[in-house]
């Protein structure tokens, strides 16, 4: 696709249907991941979409609405994608998402990706080759059992494109002895906002206190099944990869139920997250941010909006029918960003 042709297609507005803004939001993030557009183009997509589940009739639909967006610059009223979430929703108990409530739109990201997933998944086998030879190669073992176990009913190419995997680590107090390590995978990352700063946070230091860990100690002990015994001990989360499609998500609304409007600093280019991987090849791990969901409002109500980038590297806002070009990309850093979307360069 040309610069021209990108410039020109994929701004479609899309119409209000009372509180489905956060829907809206989301619809336009999702129609700029290109890597699932590059997917469901493919004929992967076809050869394994399960039409026998409930969760395929919503991927069919984002797929029929994705290519309505792209084919011309329209307002679309997505009246048939909302009645089909929730009719899905109903059908997974997933009440929060049946009616026209205002909701959180990294929920209901999960909950999409979540369908699209089912919706392909299917059992494959695969086979661990090679010794460990040092410490990293043992955690792989661990990492890649973990995976193996999970490919074994349920793989697809939109858990490999949007999950990665953390390690949660048991550490002694001295912070000298891992006694365990659990590799889990993680869709978003929902990052505390650090306060405790003489000047404006960053990415990084939400990042570091995220993966500090927590202390647990006395009542709150860690129970040593090996020796039956609580101890003190450090928990803490590291990473052994990030997605191609990496998800964060500022925890904006505090305990008494306060949003927080600070702004964070966060890199549009080149995120690099070297430092957080123990796994192999942590210098491949850098990022460009392509979208951002935006929260105006209050913890009580409030409305979304989105910013994407085109392949022209213009920026856009998208504000359910009004779509307008940012001039500067210095107020895509704002108090207003809630979610933020980056991909993996590919030529690190």
Same mark, same amino acid.
């Given at each position: 696709?040309?610069?021209?042709?990108?410039?020109?297609?994929?701004?479609?507005?899309?119409?209000?249907?009372?509180?489905?803004?956060?829907?809206?939001?989301?619809?336009?993030?999702?129609?700029?991941?290109?890597?699932?557009?590059?997917?469901?183009?493919?004929?992967?997509?076809?050869?394994?979409?399960?039409?026998?589940?409930?969760?395929?009739?919503?991927?069919?639909?984002?797929?029929?609405?994705?290519?309505?967006?792209?084919?011309?610059?329209?307002?679309?009223?997505?009246?048939?994608?909302?009645? *089909?979430?929730?009719? +899905?929703?109903?059908?997974?108990?997933? @009440?929060?998402? /049946? =009616?026209?409530?205002?909701?959180? !739109? %990294?929920?209901?990201?999960?909950?999409?990706?979540?369908?699209?997933?089912?919706? *392909?998944?299917?059992? +494959?086998?695969?086979?661990?080759?090679? @010794?460990?030879? /040092? =410490?990293?190669?043992?955690?792989? !073992? %661990?990492?890649?059992?973990?995976?193996?176990?999970?490919?074994?009913?349920?793989?697809?190419?939109?858990?490999?494109?949007?999950?990665?995997?953390?390690?949660?680590?048991?550490?002694?107090?001295?912070?000298?002895?891992?006694?365990?390590?659990?590799?889990?995978?993680?869709?978003?990352?929902?990052?505390?906002?650090?306060?405790?700063?003489?000047?404006?946070?960053?990415?990084?230091?939400?990042?570091?206190?995220?993966?500090?860990?927590?202390?647990?100690?006395?009542?709150?002990?860690?129970?040593?099944?090996?020796?039956?015994?609580?101890?003190?001990?450090?928990?803490?989360?590291?990473?052994?990869?990030?997605?191609?499609?990496?998800?964060?998500?500022?925890?904006?609304?505090?305990?008494?139920?306060?949003?927080?409007?600070?702004?964070?600093?966060?890199?549009?280019?080149?995120?690099?997250?070297?430092?957080?991987?123990?796994?192999?090849?942590?210098?491949?791990?850098?990022?460009?941010?392509?979208?951002?969901?935006?929260?105006?409002?209050?913890?009580?109500?409030?409305?979304?909006?989105?910013?994407?980038?085109?392949?022209?590297?213009?920026?856009?806002?998208?504000?359910?029918?009004?779509?307008?070009?940012?001039?500067?990309?210095?107020?895509?850093?704002?108090?207003?960003?809630?979610?933020?979307?980056?991909?993996?360069?590919?030529?690190?």
């Amino acid at each position: 696709m040309s610069t021209k042709d990108e410039h020109e297609k994929g701004l479609s507005g899309l119409a209000n249907l009372g509180n489905t803004c956060f829907i809206n939001t989301c619809i336009q993030v999702l129609s700029h991941t290109h890597e699932l557009n590059n997917f469901l183009d493919s004929e992967a997509y076809e050869t394994n979409l399960d039409k026998t589940l409930v969760d395929s009739i919503l991927i069919k639909e984002w797929n029929s609405l994705r290519k309505l967006m792209w084919s011309q610059n329209c307002i679309i009223e997505p009246s048939r994608f909302i009645q *089909i979430v929730q009719g +899905v929703a109903k059908r997974k108990n997933m @009440e929060i998402f /049946t =009616g026209y409530a205002q909701n959180d !739109v %990294s929920e209901f990201l999960l909950f999409v990706i979540d369908c699209f997933h089912n919706s *392909i998944s299917r059992p +494959v086998t695969m086979k661990i080759k090679g @010794e460990s030879k /040092t =410490g990293t190669d043992t955690l792989a !073992v %661990s990492v890649y059992n973990t995976i193996k176990k999970m490919y074994s009913t349920e793989y697809s190419e939109i858990w490999n494109m949007f999950y990665g995997m953390h390690v949660s680590e048991i550490v002694s107090m001295d912070n000298k002895t891992i006694i365990s390590q659990n590799p889990e995978p993680f869709f978003n990352i929902s990052l505390p906002i650090s306060h405790q700063l003489n000047r404006q946070p960053t990415l990084f230091d939400c990042l570091d206190k995220y993966v500090s860990g927590e202390v647990l100690t006395g009542d709150n002990a860690w129970f040593n099944e090996k020796n039956g015994k609580k101890q003190d001990i450090i928990k803490r989360l590291r990473y052994w990869s990030f997605p191609t499609v990496l998800c964060f998500d500022f925890k904006r609304i505090d305990s008494l139920n306060k949003k927080r409007h600070t702004i964070i600093e966060f890199p549009l280019e080149n995120l690099s997250l070297e430092k957080y991987v123990i796994g192999y090849n942590s210098k491949s791990f850098v990022y460009d941010l392509y979208g951002v969901c935006n929260h105006h409002g209050s913890a009580l109500g409030g409305h979304y909006t989105a910013y994407n980038k085109g392949k022209d590297n213009t920026w856009y806002e998208f504000n359910d029918t009004r779509i307008t070009i940012i001039q500067n990309v210095e107020q895509i850093v704002s108090s207003k960003a809630y979610c933020l979307f980056y991909r993996k360069k590919s030529n690190v």
